[in-house]
């Protein structure tokens, strides 16, 4: 593939990616949970978590007056990983459906956590 000494770490490949709303404490949004293997040990996996968040973007002066807006509204991606408590850069799973089920759970465990309902 490609070897060099600035590449500190295995090589993943984009093998699913999973994408559901979330509606609690009176606020909706989008999380993508995309699941990367290492190419050379099928064992080794890496999961990105994305929050959907929706900005308009406009042009403003010092005062904060809107000078204008592009009429465009924007969906970027924020990691959502923070609200997680494992470390999904390099985790070991026995099949992508054990790595999926290992960061539902932990999904699963900070919306238990936050909203005080367990289903």
């Not at 040990?41 to 973007?57: A, F, H, N, P, S």
């Not at 007056?65 to 990691?79: K, M, P």
């Amino acid at each position: 593939m490609i070897s060099h000494s600035a590449i500190d770490s295995p090589i993943f490949k984009l093998i699913d990616t999973y994408q559901f709303d979330v509606f609690f404490k009176d606020d909706g949004y989008s999380l993508i949970i995309e699941i990367f293997q290492d190419i050379a040990d099928k064992k080794q996996y890496r999961g990105l978590i994305w929050q959907i968040e929706t900005v308009e973007v406009g042009v403003y002066v010092s005062d904060g007056e809107c000078l204008g807006r592009d009429n465009a509204t924007h969906h970027v991606q924020v990691d959502w990983t923070p609200y997680l408590t494992g470390d999904y850069s390099c985790f070991r799973a026995e099949s992508l459906e054990e790595a999926l089920k290992t960061i539902m759970n932990d999904i699963r465990r900070y919306l238990v956590q936050t909203s005080d309902r367990d289903n």
